[in-house]
């Protein structure tokens, strides 16, 4: 009952920008933390950025000051703005958020599809 659907991955030249967002629709009470994660091929998922509701941030620790999150809890839609990127920048971004679809029931993680971000030197 509850999409995520990431918009802006593409091809980019090292040095470059790309801003990347992720809007959540369906049956949605309420969401707290919303965040990005990336894989790279033959690597294991790692937290690139989240956010709470209240906007406190938490990056990874070789990302800070080059990438940065935020969100519109209006639109329920979360972005990540990527500067200085560098071809290890390349993998697959995934959205993430902690929904909770009913006052009745737990929260839950939604993944979005994800969009492919490759950086090239």
């Known amino acids: 009952q509850v999409q995520l659907v990431e918009f802006g991955g593409g091809l980019v030249q090292a040095g470059g920008s790309l801003r990347l967002s992720c809007a959540a629709s369906?049956?949605?009470?309420?969401?707290?933390?919303m965040s990005w994660y990336r894989q790279a091929p033959g690597k294991q998922r790692e937290l690139v950025a989240a956010i709470t509701s209240g906007g406190t941030t938490n990056y990874a620790d070789s990302l800070k000051g080059r990438f940065t999150i935020s969100r519109d809890n209006a639109k329920n839609t979360v972005y990540l703005q990527m500067n200085s990127l560098k071809p290890e920048d390349t993998a697959v971004y995934y959205c993430?958020?902690?929904?909770?679809?009913?006052?009745?029931?737990?929260?839950?993680?939604?993944w979005g599809q994800g969009t492919q971000v490759t950086v090239s030197s």
């Open positions: 369906g049956s949605i009470f309420s969401i707290n933390a």
């Open positions: 993430n958020a902690d929904v909770r679809s009913s006052l009745y029931k737990p929260s839950f993680n939604s």
